[in-house]
């Protein structure tokens, strides 16, 4: 058997100020879709982590994570 090196990520972002409960209905969807196949982070919302037992939550002291 090979053992896999690879580490799987996934960021959740998004919601904006109305945004909250899409966000969360969507980290609940990618949770039960990724399961323990990789981590799931959400991004500046440490209450939809929590809510939905996410992997960790990615902060910044300059606000959202300029990702694209």
């Given at each position: 058997?090979?053992?896999?090196?690879?580490?799987?990520?996934?960021?959740?972002?998004?919601?904006?100020?109305?945004?909250?409960?899409?966000?969360?209905?969507?980290?609940?969807?990618?949770?039960?879709v990724?399961?323990?196949?990789?981590?799931?982070?959400?991004?500046?919302?440490?209450?939809?982590?929590?809510?939905?037992?996410?992997?960790?939550?990615?902060?910044?002291?300059?606000?959202?994570?300029?990702?694209r």
């Open positions: 058997a090979i053992a896999s090196s690879v580490v799987g990520i996934v960021v959740l972002r998004g919601g904006g100020a109305r945004g909250g409960k899409l966000l969360y209905e969507a980290a609940c969807v990618l949770k039960s990724i399961k323990d196949r990789a981590y799931l982070l959400i991004e500046e919302r440490v209450d939809i982590a929590a809510a939905v037992n996410a992997s960790g939550v990615l902060l910044s002291d300059q606000g959202s994570f300029p990702f």
